[in-house]
């Protein structure tokens, strides 16, 4: 049996849409074992009311796949899903099951692929990279796509860096998500990211958090999706009164992240839940941190 240890991740880190994603320290268990014959899906944890345990499972879809290109035919498969990661909540939840599953697959077909083409793989599944490069590389992860491949470069996470995550009690579909986007956006929009994107990577590579709390601001996808999280902006400004460095939508939401130095977190917490109360949003608040190991094999 391949067990593989999955972390959550938080993408766009507010300018960066599509292209910057973090690793946090709450994880997903896939194991995964040949047997004589048929598929057996067992599931634990966050997600099980809503997960396939047939063929439709995306563990399972993903395993296919790899099995096919390479040539392996299991007799048979056990897939064992124990989830912490909250579904559809902007944690990367399918990005986790994507990444495991193609690296327990992997495994037990004798490793024939490289964590680079595990990475496009997994992307041709996800259709964007901001999620599945930290979940499968750990860190910070930047990427673009070239052509048909991924040009993409680790960062270390700032050694101080904590992450406050204001989880909903609702889901929010990432396709949900993606609908409210705009077919085009102003230039001064497109601007106004591209030089606050700069500088955020800059200020992850300077380990500089005076500046990465300066340059978290997007006109990309956050005004769109404030309409679908009631209380978004509330709750912001409640963790920066707090002594939040910045807050962001993580992923398509609706979680809320709000990054800090290490002081202050437990004011910041309950800021981040009062706020979401006093807009009727029942909410759990989290203190996590940056990852810097991705998917691993564990057994």
Known sequence: MVTVRVPATTANMGPGFDTIGMALDMFNLIQMEETGGGLDIHLEGEGVESISRNEGNIVYQVAANLFQRCGYRPKGLSIRL???????????????????????ANVLAGEPYSNDELLNMACGFEGHPDNVAPALLGGIVVTAQLGEGLAYRQVVPPEKLKVVVAIPRFSLPTKAAREVLPASIPVQDAVFNISRTGLLVLALLE????????????RLHQPYRCRL?????????????????????????????????????????????????????DCTVEELSPSTVGAEIIS
């Open 82 to 104: 124990t989830g912490r990661i909250p579904v559809a909540r902007g944690l990367g939840s399918s990005a986790a099951a994507v990444v495991g599953g193609l690296v327990a």
């Open 207 to 218: 380990q500089d958090l005076e500046l990465l709390g300066q340059v978290m601001d997007d």
């Open 229 to 281: 999280i009631p209380g978004m902006e509330e709750v912001f400004t409640a963790a920066r009164e707090a002594g939040a460095l910045a807050c962001a939508l993580s992923g398509a939401g609706p979680t809320l992240v709000a990054f800090t130095d290490c002081s202050g977190k437990d004011g910041i917490r309950e800021a981040m839940a009062e706020a979401f109360r006093k807009n009727k949003v």
